[in-house]
């Protein structure tokens, strides 16, 4: 018997509860319950905090950032942020790869639920975890190096790993939906997150990479994220609002992106 796919004003079953509440519970389990994916997002930023706290804060006291002296745990928190972010991002993009091949899609869309619900879900629950695990990385990042900065460069930080966390949950949602292949797409996810944290100027400056780097740096999405946390956190908004347009740009472009492959990929179900 073919799927059914519910109309827009299909209601759900009572025990579902709404369509969009049902589908954002089933979403945060399917990420959370995975204790091993959750560690492996979690260890590499720990290792990272881990010993630049202990070690290299003390040996590289301050960076040349733009022309000026900046402190350098202040210049590489935003790195360890995006560590976190990216790790997250694998996980939710891994559990939709894994979703579409392990046939769970069609028993997803037998049910009276809503293409936009379960878009919606996907993106919503996906985008909470990878804001979460940011923002976790870097209440402990700011805790261990006792940074003391202006609530308007908090609210810009804050403000900036919103947009990171929903653009790069699109992007990698949208990885998921695009790549056929478990070994291709296990590769991709596996090896992408440190090549694009240390393939830009993440843990050094710009000017301090290599000719090939900086070319590299140039077209790495990373390179651009990392450095809008790192304007939120050293000149708050005025320095950080054209990054923030970018990273809202890559946003609606990827989300839209995965909603029309799920759309499409439902109708040939």
């Not at 319950?33 to 881990?50: D, F, H, S, W």
């Not at 560590?83 to 993009?93: E, F, K, N």
């Not at 985008?127 to 190096?145: D, I, K, R």
């Amino acid at each position: 018997m073919p799927p059914v796919l519910a109309d827009e004003e299909t209601a759900a079953p009572p025990w579902h509860g709404s369509g969009l509440t049902a589908t954002l519970r089933r979403e945060w389990l399917l990420l959370t319950r995975n204790r091993a994916n959750l560690l492996i997002g979690v260890v590499p930023t720990v290792v990272y905090l881990a010993l630049l706290s202990t070690s290299i804060a003390d040996l590289v006291p301050e960076v040349s950032y733009r022309g000026r002296p900046v402190g350098y745990p202040d210049f590489v928190i935003p790195a360890l942020m995006f560590s976190a972010l990216l790790a997250a991002a694998a996980i939710s993009g891994t559990a939709l790869f894994q979703e579409r091949a392990n046939g769970m899609a069609l028993e997803l869309w037998s049910y009276p639920l809503t293409r936009r619900q379960y878009i919606a879900g996907k993106l919503l629950a996906g985008s909470g975890l990878v804001l979460a695990q940011t923002v976790a990385a870097l209440a402990v990042s700011a805790a261990l190096f006792r940074a003391h900065w202006p609530a308007e460069r908090w609210a810009a930080l804050l403000c900036g790993a919103v947009l990171a966390a929903l653009a790069f949950n699109a992007l990698y949602l949208l990885l998921a939906t695009l790549v056929e292949d478990v070994q291709r797409f296990t590769v991709l996810v596996n090896v992408l997150p440190p090549v694009l944290l240390f393939a830009g100027p993440s843990f050094y400056p710009f000017d301090n990479l290599g000719p090939v780097q900086q070319i590299v740096a140039a077209v790495n999405p990373v390179s651009y994220g990392v450095t809008a946390l790192r304007e939120a956190l050293l000149r708050g908004f005025p320095g950080a609002w054209p990054y923030f347009l970018l990273l809202g740009l890559v946003g609606v472009v990827a989300l839209a992106g995965v909603g029309r492959a799920l759309v499409r990929q439902s109708r040939t179900l």
